[in-house]
C-alpha cells in the first residue's frame, strides 16, 4: 500500500483521504483530503483565481516564456490539464521509472496549480502560459522502502540551476539542515534562479524551522486560507518572506490519477502559486533579474489595512502575493538587479558569495514576533476590492532506515517530509 509521510508517522494513502480524517490531521486546518465530488467541481474549488482578479492578470501576461523547475516526487505530464505543459526534466531519485513516474501525486498537483491549462476540468494554473521542468525526488517513506540515491535533492537543485528554468520550486523540505544542499541552493542563486520553498505545515505544534526554505537564499512561503489570514498550521518564524493561498484547494489524491480530492494543499500549494506568481512577473519583464521579480512580489504583497509595512511579520513575512498589483496596477518597483533583497547580499556569478547571517535574512526591519490580536492566523489579506488573496551521489544508494546515515562536514542525510499531505 502506498504511504506519505506526515510529521514523521507513515499512513496509509486510503486513511489519509478518508472524510473521516478530514479536519483531524492538523486541527482546524486540517492538511488531508477526501474524494471530491468529480473533476468538474475542482476549478470551482480555486477560490483565490477570484480573489486574485486573474482574468484580468492574463490579460496582460500568462507566464509565457518562464519555465519553472519542480523538485517534488515526480510530474505526470499526461494529465488533461499538463498536455503540452511538462518539458525534460530529471529522476535523481536511484529508483524504477523517471521524473515523469509521480509516485503520489504530489508533484503533479504542484505543476498543475503552476502551469495547469484547465483543459478536461482539471486544475486551473495560476500561470498557465509557463512551462515545467520536473526534477524527481524521494521523500522519507520511499526512503524507507526503496534503495535511493543519498544525494538527490541537492543533485536536483544543481540540475536545475544548470537548466532553462528562472525558477524553482520545491514544496517539501525537513528538519535538518545540510551543507551540501545549501551549497546547491548557493549555486543556484549565483546562476540567478528565484528559488521558492515551502515552510512546512506544523505551526500549530512543534513549529520547527524546516529547510530549504529557511535557508537565507530562499524564499519561504506561508500558507493563507479565503478569508485571507494565515493558517494556524503554517509554520511561523523569521524563514517566512511571503504567504499565498494554501488553504481548501484541491489535489490529486494518489499516483493513479483517476480523481482529485478534497483538502487542504498547506503550504506546499502555496509555494506553488508563490512560484507562478513570479512567472506572471517575469514573464511580462523578461529583462528583469531574480532579485528586480522578488523585490517587486515583497513590495506589491498585501498586509491588509492596518498591515505595518515596516515591520515584518513571523506569519507572512512582508504579506501575501498580489501579482497583480503590478501586472495591473505597476505597485512595486525592480530596484538593483544584482542585490538580493532578502540578504541586501550582492548575487550573481561574479559575487563573493558570502553566507549571510540567520537575522540578515530581511535586513529592512526585525520581524514581529506575534500575530496580530495574538491569535495563530496573522491579517494577511488585502480588503476583498483590492485582490484579497484569499506547502551525484555518494557513490551509492542508500535505503530503508536513511535517517541514520551522516554525511561528511556535519551534514545529514536529508529526512524529507512531504508539506501538505
Not at 47 to 64: P, R
Request: aromatic residues 6%.
Amino acid at each position: 500500500m502506498t504511504k506519505v509521510r506526515i510529521r514523521g508517522k507513515s499512513r496509509p494513502l486510503q486513511r489519509i483521504f478518508s472524510a473521516a480524517v478530514l479536519g483531524g490531521l492538523l486541527g482546524a486546518g486540517a492538511i488531508g483530503a477526501a474524494p471530491a465530488a468529480s473533476a468538474i467541481d475542482v476549478q470551482s474549488k480555486q477560490w483565490y483565481l477570484d480573489a486574485m482578479h486573474a482574468e484580468e492578470i492574463w490579460e496582460t501576461s500568462t507566464g509565457e516564456g518562464v519555465k519553472v523547475a519542480v523538485i517534488d516526487s515526480g510530474v505526470n505530464p499526461s494529465t488533461p490539464s499538463l498536455k503540452g505543459q511538462v518539458l525534460k526534466g530529471m529522476d535523481a531519485t536511484g529508483v524504477k521509472g523517471d521524473e515523469t513516474d509521480d509516485y503520489d501525486g504530489h508533484g503533479t498537483t504542484m505543476a498543475e496549480l503552476i502551469a495547469g491549462t484547465g483543459k478536461g476540468g482539471g486544475l486551473q494554473g495560476l500561470a498557465p502560459g509557463a512551462k515545467i521542468i520536473p526534477f524527481r525526488v524521494t521523500d522519507t517513506d520511499l526512503q524507507n522502502r526503496e534503495s535511493v540515491n543519498a544525494f538527490d535533492q541537492q543533485e536536483a537543485i544543481r540540475a536545475a540551476a544548470d537548466s532553462d528554468a528562472q525558477i524553482i520550486n520545491m514544496s517539501m523540505g525537513s528538519e535538518y539542515y545540510n551543507a551540501r544542499i545549501h551549497d546547491a541552493v548557493e549555486y543556484a542563486q549565483r546562476k540567478g534562479k528565484l528559488f521558492f520553498a515551502s515552510v512546512g505545515n506544523t505551526g500549530h505544534k512543534e513549529n520547527k524551522k524546516e529547510y530549504p526554505a529557511s535557508y537565507p537564499e530562499v524564499v519561504g512561503v506561508a500558507a493563507s486560507g479565503p478569508d485571507g489570514r494565515v493558517t494556524d498550521y503554517s509554520q511561523h518564524g523569521d524563514f517566512v518572506d511571503l504567504a499565498a493561498p494554501g488553504k481548501d484547494i484541491p489535489l490529486w489524491c494518489d499516483q493513479t490519477f483517476q480523481k482529485y480530492c478534497d483538502g487542504d494543499g498547506g503550504t506546499s500549494a502555496a509555494t506553488a502559486l508563490a512560484s507562478a506568481s513570479a512567472a506572471l512577473i517575469w514573464s511580462a519583464h523578461p529583462e528583469w533579474t531574480a532579485n528586480q521579480v522578488l523585490r517587486v512580489m515583497l513590495e506589491s504583497a498585501g498586509r491588509g489595512k492596518d498591515g505595518d509595512k515596516k515591520t515584518l511579520s513571523e506569519y507572512y513575512g512582508y504579506g501575501v502575493i498580489r501579482p497583480g498589483a503590478h501586472i495591473n496596477r505597476g505597485l512595486g518597483k525592480p530596484g538593483d538587479p544584482d542585490i538580493n533583497p532578502l540578504t541586501n547580499q550582492k548575487t550573481g556569478p561574479d559575487a563573493e558569495n558570502e553566507k549571510p547571517s540567520s537575522s540578515s535574512k530581511k535586513p529592512t526591519a526585525p520581524p514581529s514576533s506575534e500575530a496580530p490580536e495574538g491569535k495563530p492566523g496573522a491579517e494577511a489579506a488585502v480588503s476583498a476590492s483590492d485582490e484579497q488573496a484569499g506547502g551525484g551521489s555518494l557513490g551509492l544508494v542508500i535505503g530503508g532506515a536513511a535517517a541514520a546515515a551522516a554525511l561528511a562536514g556535519g551534514a545529514f542525510v536529508m529526512l524529507r517530509r512531504r508539506r501538505s499531505l
